[in-house]
């Protein structure tokens, strides 16, 4: 199904009769060469680029639920690519590329609006880490700019700058980061999928591995066993659950993440500003709304809704930086689980059986990574080695002390 | 979430900290000859299980005992909370 202007208007005129379904909804298969767990915005990628980019078209994508029925859904849309190691920044930078090649190259409209993002700054200590930060990004070709305070304040007029406690001495901006049409980017990856022959199966759970003698010969599932001579677990958020059916235990814990939502405003944030003395951050959706979130939970949890603490947290750190924010009238908040790796940093990797890969640990910074993790993913899984910019995300560098620690904060994934 | 404190009797959990799975009470031992390995389940692997799951939690703004609180990660219905001084000793440690 492909849109177009004169499709609009000659739909109207037969009263929207002729629109069909994006893409099939086909039985699964006996056997595939690939077959790809969880529907999820980088399953959706993953199983794109294996056929658009690496030619192997014999995929199946199953998903538990419906496609797009996971974080994709459930995150605050935000792309950027401001990390500061080398194991990490040029694999974002290379997901931000590709975010601005994206609409073009799915022809689906996913509303990638490259508005800039602002890390405010509160103390000098701050303000050369994050120098440092800006010249990290610039070598790994990506886009920074060190704003001072009456810079700042030409963007960004309503932040108070003059907080007793906390004041906006300035902020580090990456010009193209921005928000995406989150669903769009599920829907586009899922039609481009399907239209190049890839099946996705939906309400199709695994409820295992079929393995013998260190080798994944396939799946047994909630709609009969699938045979494959790749399976590829992509299903960030239930990573474990899904991995313990393979016997393999991860680096990972469950925990979510909480996002909020105002009434509808004028337009009044550009971009996205984030808190740099507490945890917050706010960009504007096209509707309006503000969108904001903050810190975990904290603790352990496959439940995908959280407390009252944190909504509190978030919403005082808002209160600090913008305390216009206390006027509008929050319309709604959910939760989304993550898996939070031992280091704050996600895995693409092969796993110790013969066959079975796995792309998860993405803490809360899977979205901005998706056209990346998924370009990765296949590249791993159609020339069994890693693309260059992912060739850190190994499930073994715990083991070799190569850990990818932006936060500096050691195996504590609540504090990642 | 409320937390009954053995001790205290029940409390806000945003009183406490987590720190994770109990499992990290017992300590392998350095001296062992898959110290290695050891050390690398201990410290990187979780079973991160959806159902019951034993957790340590610190009482931060309390009286500063570490608990071992069995609850639910999908419900989060807490079903039992007991001091971990009490776990380590039953499991043989001196304190």
């Known amino acids: 199904m492909h849109y177009s202007v004169f499709k609009i208007i000659s739909e109207g005129l037969k009263g929207n009769t002729g629109w069909k379904p994006q893409w099939r909804d086909p039985e699964p298969r006996k056997e595939y060469d690939v077959v790809i767990v969880g ?5 959706l990628a993953t199983a794109y680029y294996l056929a658009k980019e690496f030619g192997i078209r014999n995929v199946a994508v199953l998903e538990k639920g419906w496609l797009g029925s996971g974080n994709i859904g459930r995150n605050t849309t935000i792309i950027r690519s401001n990390y500061l190691l080398p194991g990490n920044e040029p694999f974002y930078e290379f997901s931000m590329k590709l975010w601005e090649g994206l609409e073009q190259d799915f022809n689906y409209n996913a509303m990638v609006s490259q508005r800039g993002i602002i890390n405010l700054y509160h103390n000098d ?6 120098l440092r930060r800006a010249n990290a990004m610039r070598m790994a070709g990506a886009d920074s700019v060190m704003l001072d305070r009456d810079e700042l304040q030409k963007l960004c007029p309503f932040l108070d700058y003059d907080n007793a406690r906390f004041p906006i001495k300035g902020g580090i901006m990456q010009p193209r980061g921005g928000t995406v049409r989150h ?9 481009g999928a399907d239209e190049r022959g890839v099946d996705i199966v939906q309400n199709c759970e695994v409820t295992g591995f079929q393995i013998k003698n260190g080798v994944c010969t396939g799946v047994e599932t909630s709609r ?4 494959a001579k790749k399976v590829a677990v992509c299903v960030a958020g239930s990573s474990s659950r899904v991995m313990e059916k393979a016997g393999i235990r991860l680096p990972i814990e469950s925990h979510v993440l909480q996002a909020f939502v105002s009434e509808g405003l004028k337009p009044t944030i550009p971009g996205v500003v984030t808190f740099g003395a507490g945890h917050f951050y706010v960009s504007q959706s096209d509707k309006g709304g503000l969108v904001f979130g903050g810190d975990l939970d904290g ?7 959280g407390g009252l603490p944190v909504v509190e947290d978030v919403c005082e750190g ?9 006027r509008a009238r929050l319309l709604r908040s959910w939760g989304g689980i993550m898996d939070m790796s031992m280091d704050g940093s996600p895995f693409i990797d092969h796993t110790p059986v013969d066959g079975l890969y796995f792309n998860g640990g993405w803490c809360y910074g899977g979205f901005k990574a998706t056209p990346a993790s998924g370009y990765c993913y296949a590249h791993l899984i159609a020339k069994d080695e890693p693309h260059e910019v992912a060739a850190a995300y190994r499930l073994d560098r715990f083991r070799r002390g190569a850990m990818i620690d932006e936060k500096g904060m050691g195996a504590q994934p609540n504090l990642h | 979430m409320i937390i009954d404190h053995p001790l205290l009797g029940p409390r806000d959990s945003a009183e406490f900290v987590y720190l994770g799975d109990a499992c990290l009470i017992e300590r392998p031992d350095w001296q062992d000859e898959n110290a290695l390995d050891a050390f690398h389940d201990y410290l990187y692997l979780r079973d991160n299980p959806a ?11 309390g009286d500063r005992s570490w608990l071992v609180v069995t609850r639910n990660t999908l419900t989060h219905e807490i079903t039992k909370v007991e001091l ?12």
């Open chain 1, 39 to 43: 529907a999820g915005g980088h399953g």
């Open chain 1, 125 to 130: 200590g701050q303000q050369a880490a994050y």
């Open chain 1, 183 to 191: 669903d769009a980017v599920a829907w586009g990856y899922a039609r």
């Open chain 1, 224 to 227: 009969g066993p699938i045979k």
């Open chain 1, 299 to 305: 603790y352990n949890t496959y439940a995908q809704r």
């Open chain 1, 318 to 326: 808002g209160m600090a930086i913008m305390p216009m924010i206390g």
């Open chain 2, 51 to 61: 159902g019951e799951h034993r957790e340590l939690w610190f009482h931060e703004q």
């Open chain 2, 84 to 95: 971990a001084r009490d776990v380590a000793r039953a499991l043989g440690r001196s304190k």
